[in-house]
């Protein structure tokens, strides 16, 4: 069995670790977070307010979770790969390439197994979309056209009101959220992308679209009810349940905990009132080595769906809606439709359907026999993906197509 070490015991760190007893693969036997309920999530572990601590110790586990706040990883990926622990990392590595390049350093030191958690390569629709298309099943790959629809509650949790509202306390939107879809574009390809270009902005959760007579928070808000971002609508109905998104705003989520949390937390803010500033929709046009071609679009304005993609072959093409594939033939004129239905929803509640327990597997896989074929991203190929998002950050905010610089490893 596997010994883990959990640093930042919130909804994704906790979650991973979750997954990893309730399976019988692991056991958790420390747990650093300055949150006293956070570290109690996890019995008879070894507690410690700050990492720190952790880290001046003789190594304790066999590997350690890492899934503190985006801008706090790179000092403890590092500090635990000299340690000698296996690394999970959670999305964005770090919030600067250079911090991401000497994650990546200390990774590669270390010999150590060493996963970043790009769980869309792990679902089970990857795995199958992936085998189409090394079999060869619409020839080669030309273009492709994806879309990530975050939702509109999604984007008023998470990026308006939540902890990736800011560029400068968390980071980006492209890297906070989409890494994960460059990074599975490059998958599906198989090849580095050599050309970026991208437009978009913050357009709608801004104060002047505030409408008439709203007031700063949700509970006082005389049209509250005609908005679709209503904070009550969200999370109220969710109360009495220890689920996400209502986990991440209080850990009292008995109605009146929840009331409490809207009157006084941020997440209570009606979203035309908060200090946001990162975009609710973009563009990313990508030029692969090899000439294929990719059109990716983020955008706030959905319902909370799976990625939808389509892809277009020279011997056939695939539309893939993250549950059902439709493979067709342009040889036999035939179609195929391929159910991979998981058995969660495309949010961080719903194990981003399958790939969270996915990764879990296979990165507890890897620790135990020391064999890393199945962790699907190597150190260099994940900093790749990350490469990607600042060319495009680059590119939106400067008007230029940006040139990326070597082949990942």
């Known amino acids: 069995m596997v010994t883990l070490a959990v640093v930042g015991a919130g909804s994704r760190g906790a979650g991973y670790a979750r997954h990893a007893v309730e399976t019988g693969q692991a056991r958790v036997v420390a747990v650093a977070d300055p949150l006293d309920a956070r570290r109690d999530r996890f019995p008879g572990a070894e507690q410690y307010a700050d990492w720190r601590e952790l880290a001046a110790l003789p190594r304790r586990a066999d590997a350690v979770i890492i899934a503190t706040m985006d801008r706090e990883h790179v000092e403890p990926a590092v500090r635990f790969a000299e340690l000698g622990y296996d690394i999970l990392l959670e999305k964005p590595m770090a919030v600067s390439e250079q911090d991401c390049r000497r994650i990546v350093a200390a990774a590669e030191r270390s010999d150590a197994v060493f996963a970043v958690c790009h769980v869309l390569r792990y679902t089970p629709y990857t795995r199958v979309l992936k085998r189409l298309l090394d079999e060869g ?24 009101r939540g902890n990736w509202r800011r560029a400068d306390e968390a980071t980006f939107m492209l890297l906070a959220k989409s890494c994960h879809d460059l990074d599975w574009l490059v998958h599906l390809t198989g090849k580095p992308v050599t050309r970026v270009s991208s437009f978009g902005g913050l357009k709608h959760f801004r104060p002047e679209n505030r409408p ?13 009810a005609a908005c679709p971002y209503s904070a009550k609508r969200i999370y109220l109905p969710l109360a009495g349940r220890e689920v996400w998104p209502l986990s991440v705003l209080t850990d009292d989520v008995s109605e009146a905990g929840v009331l409490e949390a809207l009157r006084t937390g941020p997440y209570g803010r009606c979203v035309y009132a908060c200090d946001n500033d990162v975009v609710d929709h973009q563009v990313v046009n990508m030029e692969f080595e090899g000439g294929t071609t990719a059109s990716f679009t983020m955008t706030a304005f959905t319902p909370a769906l799976h990625r939808q993609t389509r892809i277009f072959g020279t011997r056939g093409s695939i539309d893939g809606d993250g549950e059902r594939l439709t493979v067709h033939d342009f040889v036999t004129g035939r179609t195929e439709t391929v159910d991979t239905r998981p058995t969660g929803d495309s949010t961080a509640g719903g194990g981003h359907g399958g790939g969270d327990e996915g990764l879990v597997d296979a990165f507890l896989a890897a620790v135990a026999t020391r064999d890393r074929s199945s962790i699907l991203s190597s150190p260099g190929e994940s900093l790749h993906s990350h490469l990607i998002a600042w060319a495009a950050e680059r590119s939106r905010l400067h008007g230029e197509t940006v040139t990326l610089e070597g082949t990942p490893r």
């Open 212 to 224: 008439e007579g709203a007031a700063d928070r949700c509970l006082d808000c005389p049209v509250e």
């Open 137 to 160: 099943r619409i020839g080669q790959i030309v273009s492709i056209q994806h879309l990530e629809p975050v939702g509109w509650w999604h984007q008023a949790h998470s990026y308006v």
